[in-house]
């Protein structure tokens, strides 16, 4: 049986064990094959993308998130979990979409590279997710509970050249049809299903059966 359609009828299972209706699950059955089948894979450029896992790994996972969105922090968990459970095959790596609205998103974002600097991007990424106070002395905060060196950190923050990275980030994840965050991209397909740990983990281990 062909990977996609086995994996739907798990789905389908679970949605009707969770209550969805008839509308809910056909838009979810729809979603699930447009996620496995787009028309075309987007080609994310990844050349200086902050990743973990092999680079010649199976599955490459891209997030495109935003420090101060609730989403991205719930999802957070478990992106944790499901990327460690697969870190000898998975790729992930993490993109900034600071949302307009979220008026901090971009400073967060800052601190993030600042502290890859350092060669702790992912610690920050990880603290700044689980940091209730984003305003520049919570940074500062949240730098010295990564053991980042502050003076380093605060010329880092100022460096005009990581608004760009930031700015160039949103503009590709723009020009890719991103329009909230977190969007997953698995191998290069827009993830549309439910944000939950059992499904975008079903979407990526499908994703390393048609490989």
Same mark, same amino acid.
């Given at each position: ?21 008839? =509308?809910?699950? @056909? ?9 496995? /089948?787009? !028309?075309?894979? +987007?080609?994310? #450029? *990844? ?63 800052? =601190?993030?590279? @600042? ?9 920050? /990424?990880? !603290?700044?997710? +689980?940091?209730? #106070? *984003? ?77």
């Amino acid at each position: 049986m062909d990977p996609t359609a086995r994996r739907l009828a798990g789905f389908l299972a679970r949605r009707v064990v969770a209550g969805d209706t008839d =509308a809910q699950i @056909a838009e979810g059955v729809a979603n699930r094959r447009r996620s496995a /089948h787009p !028309a075309r894979p +987007a080609e994310i #450029d *990844l050349f200086e993308a902050h990743c973990r896992g092999p680079e010649d790994a199976a599955v490459t996972v891209v997030e495109f998130g935003d420090y101060q969105c609730p989403y991205c922090r719930n999802a957070e968990a478990f992106v944790e979990r499901i990327v460690d459970a697969r870190s000898d095959k998975l790729r992930f790596c993490f993109k900034q979409f600071p949302v307009r609205s979220h008026e901090r998103a971009v400073f967060a974002g800052l =601190a993030a590279l @600042a502290a890859a600097a350092q060669d702790k991007f992912w610690e920050m /990424h990880r !603290a700044l997710f +689980a940091a209730s #106070d *984003l305003s520049d002395s919570g940074l500062e905060a949240v730098a010295r509970s990564v053991a980042l060196d502050l003076e380093r950190f605060r010329a880092a923050v100022a460096d005009e050249s990581l608004v760009e990275e930031i700015e160039a980030d949103k503009l590709e994840g723009q020009e890719l049809g991103v329009d909230r965050t977190p969007t997953f991209f698995v191998n290069g397909k827009r993830y549309y299903g439910p944000l939950t740990e059992v499904e975008l983990a079903d979407r990526i281990d499908e994703e390393f059966e048609v490989r």
